[in-house]
Nanobody, 116 residues
Framework: QVHLVESGGGLVQAGGSLRLVCAAS????????MAWYRQVPGKQRELVAS???????TYADSVKGRFTISRDYAKDAVHLQMNSLKPEDTAVYYC??????????WGQGTQVTVSS
């Protein structure tokens, strides 16, 4: 099992920044990749950004150039630096890890609200 705890969500003005943190515990050695997803009512949960153990990153087109995902191996954590935030970024953000045997684990979600 991998347990994930998220922090850093909140309310911010358009154009502002937030930094989300997801700390992993448990069988962290089994983690192959970590990612951030987001979801709003009436829309499908979407991948925002991901990073593999090899350092390969993926970003949704809507956040490229504004968001940066990074791993902190010393703290078993993944960060999502969000800059130039837009109202369209308002969503519940979920931390996700890919583990052994194709298992995935999710955090509880953290609300990000961007005001115009």
């Amino acid at each position: 099992q991998v347990h994930l705890v998220e922090s850093g969500g909140g309310l911010v003005q358009a154009g502002g920044s937030l930094r989300l943190v997801c700390a992993a515990s448990g069988n962290v050695a089994s983690i192959n990749a970590m990612a951030w997803y987001r979801q709003v009512p009436g829309k499908q949960r979407e991948l925002v950004a991901s990073v593999t153990n090899s350092g390969s990153t993926t970003y949704a087109d809507s956040v490229k150039g504004r968001f940066t995902i990074s791993r902190d191996y010393a703290k078993d954590a993944v960060h999502l630096q969000m800059n130039s935030l837009k109202p369209e970024d308002t969503a519940v953000y979920y931390c996700n890890v890919n583990s052994e045997y194709y298992r995935n684990f999710w955090g509880q979600g953290t609300q990000v609200t961007v005001s115009s």
